[in-house]
């Protein structure tokens, strides 16, 4: 072993050392408790005869997590840091006085997953309804996400306790659909999904003394942890979709006639796709056309839908422009726009995501979709935007971000690592273009290979610092307006219910 170089330990020592620290952790903080309680006991007596901690116990040896930084020094240094995985478990928020517990703090779990953490695992796999084997070769530091063998659609076998009969057919493919990559894109997955519920509520029959409202909600949980299995994890969009679903059936009156309660759902279901993903990437096409002039020279990355439309609508208009577009491996998304665009007459340049530090310095703005905006005002788009955003920024070219407002988020993240989806890790494997045929590849032996993983990241975070605008059908906004959209829909919702 060279100098300065730190010695390989095996998994079993790592394990050991974690849980020698963990222990030393907690022996630490009784010693400090127990010091606590005999200084109380020496004073009044009360801390030792009822065995808990002294009123005027500082908080941070009742919770170590939650230590003040104008706390004392001591205080301070005789609580331990606690680990990621304890940390997740003590987030906590002061509440009011009537959702205050006895240490005067509500409980609230932070907003990721938790893969790594046995009773969490074992608790989704208890909701599962498909069975996914686990991949032989997984990633540590993306262990908290899910991380599955790819398998095709015929291969999705479900949970024993749930039959095909269970699974309405509608369903059933929609699933197999995302499974296999047929569907993808978060527009294409939520109008699928949405257009499959609708064929469920048709087909749905209240059983006798059941009330349609309950019966249907009950009826609809294994749909839709059928969907996120299928391809896991549940993407922003279709989570709002689903929540905006289950508002609407949990709106509607028990003596409404079940073909009129049935008809409303479905009626609410198109009026959803069709005002807000439909008529809203029209609105959006048009505000981002204003923001096209002539000779510019614009930049997008992969492929977005509401993207395409504006472009092909700018052409439409005479508008002369030239487009680069910029993609990347394994999806190579912007291939396929590159050839629809081209054949409507539109100068396109094509490149590689590693060009971009070259191709920016031509470009006059960048126009990107996304697939989820967030509260704090940063961006989920496809893994490789926030390169492409990085080097608008460094070259003061402006970023401009067309999403719809059904995939605003209230979720706040800083990284893309705390949430995001794992892809197929042979997906990275260079194929033959001609015979699709990836075995001459030098990573088609990777399995067999022990100190090499693939990983497969499908997005990434872009920062608010880098985002110019974005563009929605309500208008062309900063990226930290996205809280003032949420709370207006989440007072049109709660005047709806209130009606």
């Given amino acids: 072993m060279k100098k300065g170089e730190r010695p390989q330990l095996s998994a079993e020592e790592v394990k050991a050392q974690r849980a020698k620290k963990q222990e030393q952790k907690a022996a630490r903080v009784a010693a400090a408790l127990e010091k606590k309680n005999r200084e109380a006991a020496a004073a009044g007596g009360v801390g030792a005869k009822s065995g808990k901690p002294p009123s005027h116990t500082p908080k941070s040896l009742l919770s170590p997590a939650l230590t003040p930084a104008h706390g004392p020094a001591s205080a301070a240094a005789a609580a331990p840091p606690l680990s990621l995985g304890e940390r997740r478990e003590s987030i906590s928020v002061t509440g009011d006085k009537k959702s205050k517990g006895k240490e005067g703090t509500t409980k609230r779990h932070a907003p990721m997953l938790q893969f790594d953490d046995p009773k969490k695992v074992a608790s989704f796999d208890k909701k599962a309804v498909v069975v996914r084997t686990a991949i032989a070769k997984a990633v540590p530091l993306f262990s908290h996400l899910p991380q599955y063998e790819h398998e095709s659609s015929l291969s999705l076998k479900l949970q024993v306790g749930f039959g095909s009969e269970e699974i309405h057919p509608a369903i059933l493919r929609v699933g197999l659909q995302y499974a296999s990559g047929a569907i ?134 005479g508008k002369r422009f030239r487009l680069i577009i910029v993609d990347a491996r394994p999806k190579r998304e912007g291939k396929e726009l590159m050839k629809r665009l081209v054949k409507e007459g539109i100068r396109c340049t094509y490149v590689l ?48 971000i067309c999403c719809e407002t059904y995939k605003f988020h209230e979720r706040v993240q800083l990284d893309s690592i705390g949430f995001n989806e794992l892809g197929d890790p042979d997906e990275l494997l260079v194929a033959d273009e001609q015979s699709g045929n990836s075995m001459s590849d030098s990573l088609s032996e990777w399995r067999d290979v022990a100190n090499l993983k693939l990983l497969n990241l499908m997005y990434d975070l872009t920062p608010v610092t880098f985002v110019t605008m974005v563009i929605t059908e309500v208008g062309m906004i900063p990226p930290t307006s996205v809280p003032v959209i949420l709370r207006e829909y989440s007072a049109k919702d709660t005047g709806e219910a209130q009606e």
């Fill in 184 to 317: 993808s894109g978060s527009n294409s997955r939520c109008v699928a999904m949405l257009t499959a519920f609708r064929q469920v509520i048709g087909d749905y029959a209240t059983p006798p003394f059941k009330v349609l409202r309950d019966d249907l909600l009950s009826k609809l949980k294994p749909l839709v942890r059928f969907l996120i299995d299928a391809r896991p994890p549940q993407s922003i969009s279709m989570g709002n979709a689903i929540r905006y679903l289950k508002l609407q059936i949990s709106r509607i009156e028990p003596s409404l006639p079940e073909a009129a309660a049935k008809s409303k759902l479905q009626q609410a279901i198109d009026s959803f796709i069709a005002e807000r993903i439909a008529f809203a990437d029209e609105v959006i096409a048009t505000h981002a056309v204003s923001k096209i002039n002539d000779e510019d020279a614009i930049l997008t990355y992969a492929c977005s839908h509401v993207v395409e439309m504006s472009l092909r609508r700018a052409h439409q208009q």
């Fill in 353 to 400: 995501l590693n060009a971009v530090s070259y191709v920016i310095r031509e470009v006059n703005k960048v126009i990107m979709g996304a697939a989820a905006l967030l509260s704090n005002g940063s961006v989920i788009s496809r893994v490789g935007s926030a390169l492409v955003a990085l080097h608008a920024h460094r070259n003061n070219v402006p970023l401009l």
